[in-house]
């Protein structure tokens, strides 16, 4: 079975200053996908990064990147030059590429408050 | 525009009276999945399809049913809901047969309520 922990039920973070929220997992699957993905208070769902267990760099997409430790199994989100529109849930997932593909698996989330 | 829609948006109705949510996706994605949304719970899969005729359960599939017929459509029917289904429901798709290397995308998700 797969499990997402996600530590942090709330963040604070001053605008233009870097924020990490927290992820690790637990699995048995040798290979498996992990993303990131931002719920806006409208509440659509927001892809924002990936990264491959089978990945040796970390991933970046623009201001995000994605702290992987795959020893310690966490996925950390790593936010820089945190904005106002960056206040949202964040929800930490996974998916085995290999047995029981097609299961996915989130985090219970964390929200990110940015302040003025 | 490359989207996913579900339908409706908001859903009142009462225990036992069956309903279906609809899901339409229209960028040609083999899988797709449903998921529900409690607070504190964040999100927990109901069914996924890999493909067409292919349907498989998640961590909560007691009380839905799905079907895959066409590659575009995934409807969710509640044969007899009750109102610990009371839920934010979110329809997905990916690329691909599994989610392992693609991002999910994500409906606007269905409030559904059930007294």
């Known amino acids: 079975a797969q499990k997402i922990t996600q530590t942090q039920p709330g963040m604070f973070v001053q605008e233009k200053e870097a924020v990490t929220l927290d992820c690790t997992y637990d699995?048995?699957?040798?290979?498996?996908?992990l993303f990131w993905y931002k719920q806006p208070s409208s509440g659509e769902m927001i892809f924002l990064i990936y990264?491959?267990?089978?990945?040796?760099q970390n991933a970046t997409e623009g201001r995000y990147s994605l702290n992987f430790q795959k020893a310690r199994k966490s996925a950390n989100l790593v936010i820089s030059a945190s904005q106002l529109g960056d206040s949202a849930m964040y929800f930490c997932a996974m998916s085995p590429i290999n047995t029981n593909a097609g299961k996915s698996t989130f985090g219970d989330g964390t929200t990110l408050t940015v302040k003025p | 525009e490359a989207q996913v829609t579900q339908n409706p948006r908001y859903l009142i109705t009462v225990t036992g009276k069956k309903l279906t949510v609809t899901c339409s996706q229209n960028?040609?994605?083999?899988?797709m999945s449903w998921y529900r949304q409690d607070p504190g719970l964040g999100l927990r899969q109901i069914y996924y399809s890999m493909n067409v005729e292919v349907t498989d359960k998640g961590d909560v599939p007691e009380g839905y049913k799905v079907s895959r017929k066409e590659k575009r459509n995934f409807p969710l029917i509640l044969e007899s809901p009750s109102p610990n289904q009371t839920s934010l429901y979110f329809c997905?798709?990916?690329?691909?047969?599994?989610?392992?290397?693609?991002?999910?995308?994500f409906g606007n998700g269905t409030r559904l309520t059930v007294t």
């Open positions: 990264q491959g267990s089978y990945d040796e």
């Open positions: 699995t048995s699957d040798q290979s498996y996908g």
């Open positions: 960028m040609n994605h083999e899988y």
């Open positions: 997905a798709s990916s690329a691909g047969s599994g989610t392992a290397y693609s991002p999910l995308h």
